[in-house]
């Protein structure tokens, strides 16, 4: 959705100007978890002016326990990969057999979708259904806001539906700078597990073998 946004307004003097303002900064940082942050602030800051609107916030249908976004194909920065990374070399426990088993399909959305439900579960997804990575989710996940029934969005058939989605430009232009900075991005089991499989920690190594992505990055600034 964000690169569709930027093809819309790559000629918006407005809307350029808000990515080249971000990626500005993000020269400016050498930490690239940092910079998964900074470019999830400003996803935020411009979402929260959208949810003053009380009009806006009757229409969602995006609920707490509502888990149907978390079992679809998603693509992260490589800051944003380092990020998650970083929170499970440091203790945060996630199915790592899954993770390996959505790093074999996840480039293709056929194969994505014939894998069992409960297989395409997010790695964050917790047994409550709830991101247990929510403060430092992806940014692409902070946009996705359903309008209409929530029905829709489930894929537990494995057939992807057309849903209403809330217009989030302003973020999406966020969201590309962060894309536009980094060296690499792709889906995130292939991009985490990467980054996994090269932890200096022998046990990890053990469990895990290299799955390096080489999905192109957006690069059209």
């Not at 808000?18 to 996803?43: C, D, G, Q």
């Not at 302003?170 to 990467?194: H, Q, R, T, V």
């Not at 022998?202 to 390096?212: A, G, V, Y």
């Amino acid at each position: 959705m964000a690169a569709k946004t930027y093809q819309r307004f790559r000629n918006d003097l407005h809307m350029l100007k808000i990515t080249n303002e971000v990626m500005k900064r993000l020269k400016k940082i050498s930490s690239p978890i940092k910079r998964a942050r900074y470019v999830h602030k400003e996803v935020n800051k411009k979402l929260s002016a959208l949810f003053q609107d009380p009009v806006v916030q009757k229409h969602i249908s995006c609920r707490k326990g509502c888990s149907a976004c978390c079992h679809t194909q998603v693509s992260v920065s490589d800051d944003e990969a380092a990020l998650l990374a970083k929170l499970v070399q440091n203790g945060l426990k996630i199915d790592l057999k899954k993770l390996k088993d959505q790093s074999r399909v996840s480039k293709s959305a056929s194969l994505w979708y014939s894998l069992p439900f409960e297989r395409r579960a997010c790695v964050f997804l917790d047994e409550n259904k709830e991101c247990s990575v929510y403060n430092d989710r992806p940014a692409v996940c902070r946009t996705n806001h359903v309008i209409g029934d929530p029905q829709n969005c489930s894929t537990q058939d494995g057939e992807v539906r057309s849903v209403q989605l809330l217009n989030t430009f302003e973020a999406d232009m966020a969201i590309m700078a962060g894309f536009g900075s980094c060296k690499e991005n792709g889906a995130l089991p292939n991009m985490l597990l990467d980054l996994l499989s090269k932890s200096s920690d022998d046990k990890l190594n053990e469990t895990l073998s290299p799955q390096r992505s080489l999905s192109e990055v957006f690069k059209e600034m």
